[in-house]
């Protein structure tokens, strides 16, 4: 798990080269903290946000929203737009995810899953 401050040096590239403001959500993590703590973290953030509340208490002043995810954080933002989207709250004007793990189905195969099984050095159970 990688925090804000391990994506830092690129989040502040981007507000650098775009003039816009980055805001990094540093949610809770399981186990420790179990499921909907961090999507609840994540959505209060986003709430934050969309209000006229959140914008006077940032300082900040914008019209767009953009959620952007990595890995765990790209399902992230995935579940924060679906919620969104069922709750008939603003969904963000863009979301761009990096490597998300979205498919959690079983049954799902990749080229790897499958070279896996027939690699010799790395058992079955890795």
């Known amino acids: 798990a990688c925090s804000p401050q391990g994506h830092e040096m690129y989040t502040r590239r981007w507000a650098q080269l775009s003039g816009l403001p980055i805001v990094s959500v540093d949610y809770s993590l399981a186990p420790e903290f179990p499921f909907p703590t961090a999507f609840n973290q994540?959505?209060?953030v986003y709430q934050l946000l969309l209000s006229d509340e959140g914008k006077k208490t940032l300082g900040l002043n914008y019209e767009k929203v953009i959620i952007t995810g990595d890995s765990a954080g790209?399902?992230?933002?995935?579940?924060i737009t679906l919620w969104a989207l069922t709750e008939g709250i603003p969904v963000p004007q863009g979301v761009v995810l990096t490597y998300p793990s979205l498919n959690r189905t079983p049954t799902f195969s990749t080229v790897s899953a499958v070279l896996k099984k027939n690699d010799t050095m790395i058992p079955q159970s890795f």
């Open 42 to 44: 994540c959505a209060s």
């Open 74 to 79: 790209g399902n992230m933002a995935t579940a």
